[in-house]
């Protein structure tokens, strides 16, 4: 009765930490149409001009509107109110 009780014990210890483990991945991540974006990677126009130290959330955004900022880099989540998220790499205006 011991030997299951610590096998039990053992299962019990092992699931938890599996379960820990997947909710810390999945802080880390949002998912949206089973596409996964990785929280450090896509960023807020607002989070992208402090990182890159644009002057204004304008700038950016024009350079959405004219694709120096390309379609798949960005992604628009309606779920909280449309914000849009950038991938967090450096882009330049070559105009």
Known sequence: ?????????????TLLSESRGALEEAKNYLSKNGKK???????????YCKRFNIPNTQTVSNWIKRGIIS???????EE??????????PYNDHS
């Open 37 to 47: 974006y990785e929280l450090h990677d896509w960023i807020t126009i607002a989070e």
């Open 80 to 89: 909280y109110n449309n914000i849009r998220l950038i991938k967090a790499i």
């Open 71 to 77: 379609e798949e880099n960005t992604v628009v989540i």
């Open 1 to 13: 009765m011991e030997t299951l009780t610590k096998l039990k014990s053992e299962e019990l210890t």
